[in-house]
């Protein structure tokens, strides 16, 4: 395996992104989904010059959206599961207490008062970006991330390749 083909990924975006689904992740597990009602009465709605003859099912559509939105949360919320847990020990201790956890913990916190033994700013730094690297691979792979916003300018990657969403071929070696 050649670690030189893979892709180059700009630090601060792929840093900026990774949070953001993180977030998103945290208000997932903290907020409740609130499920939608059917109205009990039907008002009159005047059409102007529209098709009259069209037919909508509220309830239908109520309840496919409270089984689809909360079942799409779980389904988010166990793909970066998956993906954290993956991860080296120290990645993974360092993104489930700064980034998962329902309190907000800061990162100095984490890297004096979680890491045992304590590491320093630089070296929490360097673990955070790789975590977040191979979190971007990983959820790139799910679909969930798309590695073109996420390049260096100037990346040797091939657009078809980006569009695509797969490793470069040289990823994989002679062989195949």
């Known amino acids: 395996m050649n670690l030189s083909a893979l892709p180059e990924l700009d630090r601060r975006r792929t840093q900026t992104a990774i949070e953001s689904m993180l977030e998103k992740y945290r208000i997932f ?5 609130e499920a939608k ?10 059409r102007f010059h529209g098709p009259t003859h069209t037919i909508t099912d509220q309830t239908a559509a109520i ?3 409270n ?6 949360r779980r389904a988010y919320c166990a793909a970066l599961d998956s993906v954290v847990d993956r ?13 998962m956890r329902r309190d907000e913990v800061y990162d100095y916190t984490v890297y004096n008062h979680v890491f045992d033994p304590p590491v320093s700013k630089d070296t929490y730094v360097k673990i955070r970006s790789k975590a977040f690297y191979k979190m971007a691979l990983a959820l790139t792979d799910l679909g969930l991330l798309s590695l073109g916003s996420l390049m260096k300018n100037g990346s040797s990657m091939k657009q078809e390749e980006l569009e695509n969403n797969e490793l470069p071929r040289s990823y994989y070696g002679r062989g195949f």
């Not at 597990?29 to 989904?33: A, D, G, L, S």
């Not at 009602?37 to 005047?46: F, L, N, V």
């Not at 991860?87 to 980034?99: I, T």
């Open 67 to 72: 089984v689809d939105v909360p079942a799409a």
């Open 37 to 46: 009602e059917a109205g009990i009465t039907y008002s009159y709605t005047e």
């Open 29 to 33: 597990k903290t907020v409740t989904f």
């Open 63 to 65: 309840a496919t959206h």
């Open 87 to 99: 991860l080296d020990k120290r990645e993974q201790q360092l993104v489930r207490e700064r980034y």
